[in-house]
């Protein structure tokens, strides 16, 4: 489903409408799943063709009203360009300390869940129990809590995620990255059902069922090779962007 025309005054390439309605759709997925907090959590996507750019929420607006042409467009030090609108100064630290760190990465997603929270209090929470675990054990790293908002927590969530795509954001909630909207959704999905079946592995009063070692590794060799595709994450993507458009939301406007 492709995007329609940029409203009003707004001016800019092809490209980065598209972005902005890739991310618009990505916000409404976002309140479908439940995954918000009032205005608190943020997803941002790199503007294509320009490196030192991204695309955010205009912070005063819930995630089932973001639209394409609402996002704030700022730079990597904070600067907002063209439309003027408020920003989450946290969102600033945790997605310019990512695009600075990965010039590889152009989708950001921080969510702040029951079940990811409440698996951010424990070190090394997630053990590799599930299938869903499984599917993005290979990639997860945790980062410590840090000041937010300053210049030392963007540095170093920028060296926390050099090494992992799914972060746990200890005392606080998640992170996934990627190349495509797509592909980060698809890690965001993941984490978030292994998180929730993590806390509820760890109410039944009876240890859980280790997948052996050599499972572990020759599903995370595999989950290698699909997410170097492009295609990884498309379908489901497309299947809710689907579902966004028969509840009758109007993001790409």
């Not at 990465?105 to 969510?111: I, Q, Y």
């Amino acid at each position: 489903m492709g995007a329609t025309e940029p409203q009003g005054s707004l001016a800019m390439t092809d490209a980065e409408w598209q972005a902005r309605c890739d991310l618009a759709a990505l916000y409404r997925i976002c309140d479908y799943f439940g995954w918000t907090d009032i205005l608190a959590t943020h997803m941002s996507v790199r503007v294509p063709g320009e490196p030192n750019t991204f695309l955010i929420n205009h912070y005063e607006e819930m995630f089932d009203e973001i639209t394409a042409s609402s996002l704030i467009k700022m730079d990597l030090e904070g600067n907002v360009i063209g439309r003027q609108g408020r920003f989450n100064t946290a969102g600033l630290t945790i997605h310019s300390g990512v695009y600075k760190a990965r010039p590889d990465v152009n989708c950001v997603m921080h969510t702040h869940t029951r079940a990811g929270a409440g698996l951010s209090m424990i070190r090394n929470g997630l053990r590799p129990i599930s299938q869903d675990a499984l599917i993005i054990y290979d990639e997860v790293v945790y980062h410590e809590y840090g000041l937010p908002s300053s210049k030392e927590e963007c540095e170093a969530l920028g060296v926390s995620c050099k090494t992992g795509n799914c972060v746990i954001l200890l005392n606080h909630g998640l992170l996934t990255l990627g190349e495509t909207v797509p592909g980060t959704l698809a890690r965001m999905y993941m984490l978030e059902r292994a998180c929730e079946l993590e806390l509820i592995a760890r109410t039944l009063g009876e240890p859980p069922v280790m997948v052996e070692p050599a499972v572990v590794e020759g599903i995370a060799k595999a989950m290698q090779k699909a997410r170097a595709k492009p295609d990884y994450g498309v379908y489901n993507w497309k299947a809710l962007l689907r579902k966004i458009d028969q509840r009758g939301t109007p993001y790409r406007v």
